[in-house]
């Protein structure tokens, strides 16, 4: 890649062939995702959705450490702004996402990202983007994009 992707290019598609590369590309997708935005982050098991918020969290200005969030399911990551990541992966049923509280924990300037949303559905806002991630049959992973019209 070498040069920052458009928003046109995220929709379109955007194919990295690194999990580094990934997190470049997502570390200056921080400056296009507006504050108190949610983005739902889909795709399989090893899609690159972890990876990818490692990126986002350090282009929000995170300077720590990104695993996934499995106790708890939510991890606050504060930087220029405060990154609320999800993992719903083992949420047993929509419900359990209220128990998170992420809304109170919401304070301007927030982005939520959320892995696994098709877990939490009809618990995100409509106005949500989304971020669909993949790996494609020859290892490179692709990262589509899309935003409310
Ligand atoms: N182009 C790429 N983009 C992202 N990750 C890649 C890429 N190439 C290889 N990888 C590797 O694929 C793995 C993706 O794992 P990651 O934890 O990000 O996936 P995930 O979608 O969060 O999985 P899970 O559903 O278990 O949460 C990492 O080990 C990463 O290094
Ligand atoms: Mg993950």
């Known amino acids: 890649?070498?040069?920052t992707a458009s928003l046109d290019s995220w929709k379109a598609g955007l194919v990295t062939r690194s999990g580094e590369e990934t997190e470049h590309a997502a570390e200056a997708f921080a400056a296009l995702l507006p504050p108190d935005t949610v983005l739902a982050l889909s795709g399989d098991l090893g899609a690159g959705?972890?990876?990818?918020?490692?990126?986002?969290?350090?282009g929000l200005g995170y300077a720590g450490d990104v695993t996934s969030p499995s106790f708890p399911l939510l991890n606050v990551l504060e930087g220029r702004r405060r990154l609320l990541h999800v993992d719903a992966f083992r949420l047993k049923a929509p419900d359990a996402f209220d128990g998170l509280m992420v809304w109170d924990l919401a304070k301007t300037p927030w982005n939520l990202v959320v892995e696994w949303p098709e877990r939490v559905e009809g618990r995100l806002p409509v106005d949500a983007w989304?971020?669909?991630?993949?790996?494609?049959?020859?290892?490179?992973?692709r990262y589509r994009l899309t935003t409310p019209s």
């Open 49 to 58: 959705k972890t990876t990818f918020v490692r990126g986002l969290a350090r």
């Open 1 to 3: 890649m070498g040069q």
């Open 130 to 141: 989304r971020m669909e991630a993949a790996m494609l049959p020859d290892g490179t992973h």
